[in-house]
């Protein structure tokens, strides 16, 4: 992340918190936003990764959502959980998200159910066997962030996740 | 805020939904330029002392950016013979995420003329109430018009066999449509044009050769012979008795048969059907097939 978008970040949160002092009980704010990643391969032949400011995006473009949860309150918040649907015109990049002391769940069902990934579907196949097999990435509708621990006052977790712009 | 459970669950329902458009529609062409996509989080947790709290992310958007895409279709082939027109078909497409432009641009191998129509009723067929391929957006090249995402143009492309055109000759036409959003993008389909035609040569010969003095009797003998890939019909050879030499009479042969010099039965005569000149009805001669003449006569 460069500075100037670190900036971008700090002045979403910045907002974000002015917006929602009218929220009385709510003490925990999450502030997202969101990058292109560019994939290179540099001379060595590794793949380098960054990102930048994106405000518009093309078909295949990998953008990265980051979400920062913060808790302003006085009181730690407990069992904290933070879902984000799979935008609209996406497709998740499977098994892409990830946030330091979260666990991380995904949902093929519109937000009803969490399962770790990979989600499984059964399947019947040709031959009348059923089989639990992977679904496809389009299948994922949504990534839930389960905080392991409570999240005391003035603390702040990131989370993240990629999709790809169809 | 205190009972936030309606409110997940109409946001769930709205997702839902949208999750639904999403997967649903076939996005062939990707998602339509400047759709927004939106995204927005939703945390829930406690307090001690065990009260629920729902919150809500800002909600960010990016749009989505048109992108260009053109296809043309499919390649023809055909044989043909020269003097003629052919037209081919092809289907131009936007392929593209958002309204383009698509110019149409030929190139044929053998410089042939190739004229470009808006196939009107689709048909795959040229008819004369076929407009010609016009330019709508000034840029001096004819074009499909505005196309939306996903949009088809049916052209015709005509080419033209010039008169003459040897057999075996084969052109390529190249049918290229351009994207006037991002000039960069293009895709081409060919017309490949095989021309099926006769194509006489004839070698002449003679004997004895070098200079000769006066008296002297020359043997001429031509070899026609069908280099093309196409049977000739109705072939007639007719050669001139050179000036300053006579015919020597009765020395007409046409492929080892002796002819007269009359116009009458045979394939050959002198002085008849051509005033001073030897004429020959070969008539049809097929693909690689020759027929040799022979005359004799002497230098005045």
């Known amino acids: 992340m460069s500075w100037k978008t670190s900036a971008l970040g700090l002045l979403t949160l910045a907002l974000i918190t002015a917006g929602a002092t009218a929220n009385e009980a709510g003490k925990l704010r999450v502030g997202m936003q969101v990058e292109r990643e560019i994939t290179k391969r540099n001379d060595a032949g590794q793949v380098e990764r960054r990102t930048e400011p994106v405000a518009a995006a093309s078909r295949g473009d990998v953008l990265v959502y980051t979400l920062q949860i913060a808790n302003d309150g006085g009181d730690p918040a407990l069992a904290a959980r933070v879902e984000d649907p799979v935008p609209a015109g996406t497709v998740l990049i499977p098994d892409s998200a990830g946030g330091t002391g979260t666990r991380i769940t995904y949902s093929i069902d519109g937000g009803k159910t969490f399962v770790v990934y990979p989600a499984l579907r059964r399947v019947v196949g040709e031959d009348g066997v059923a089989r639990e097999l992977p679904v496809p990435a389009e299948d994922y509708t949504h990534v839930r962030w389960t905080l392991t621990e409570a999240l005391d006052p003035g603390q702040v977790r990131t989370a993240y996740f990629k999709v790809r712009v169809e | ?300």
Not at chain 2, 68 to 74: E, K, L, M, Q, R
Not at chain 2, 142 to 156: E, F, H, M, R
Not at chain 2, 170 to 186: A, E, Q
Request: a negative charge.
């Open chain 2, 1 to 300: 805020m205190r009972s936030p459970f309606p409110r997940i669950a109409v946001l769930l329902a709205v997702l839902a939904v949208a999750v639904a458009a999403s997967s649903g529609t076939a996005w062939a062409l990707g998602t339509p330029a400047g759709t927004p996509i939106n995204n927005q989080a939703t945390v829930t947790y406690n307090d001690p002392l065990g009260n629920s709290f729902t919150a809500l992310s800002n909600v960010v958007t990016t749009l989505v950016s048109q992108v260009a895409s053109v296809d043309v279709a499919p390649d023809n082939a055909t044989t043909t013979t020269p003097s003629t027109t052919v037209t081919y078909s092809h289907t131009v497409a936007n392929l593209g995420n958002g309204p383009d432009t698509i110019d149409i641009t030929t190139a044929s191998s053998q410089g042939w003329t190739v004229d470009l129509y808006f196939d009107l009723n689709g048909d795959g067929l040229y008819q004369v109430t076929d407009p010609v391929l016009g330019d709508t957006d000034g840029d001096l090249t004819p074009d499909t018009g505005v196309l939306a995402a996903n949009g088809t143009y049916a052209i015709l492309a005509r080419v033209t066999v010039p008169a003459g055109t040897v057999g075996g000759t084969v052109d390529v036409t190249t049918v290229t449509g351009t994207s006037t959003f991002n000039v960069g993008v293009s895709e081409s389909a060919t017309d490949t044009t095989s021309i099926q035609a006769p194509n006489l040569t004839a070698a002449k010969s003679v004997a004895p050769i070098g200079d000769q003095p006066p008296g002297t009797t020359l043997t001429y003998t031509v070899v026609v012979t069908n280099t093309g890939n196409a049977a000739a019909s109705s072939v007639v050879l007719t050669d001139s008795i050179p000036g300053f030499t006579t015919y020597v009479a009765g020395t007409l042969v046409y492929n080892g048969t002796p002819q007269s010099d009359a116009a009458d039965g045979d394939e050959g005569d002198v002085n008849d059907s051509n005033p001073n000149a030897v004429t020959v009805n070969v008539g049809a001669l097929a693909v690689a097939a020759s027929v040799t003449i022979e005359f004799q006569v002497t230098i005045d």
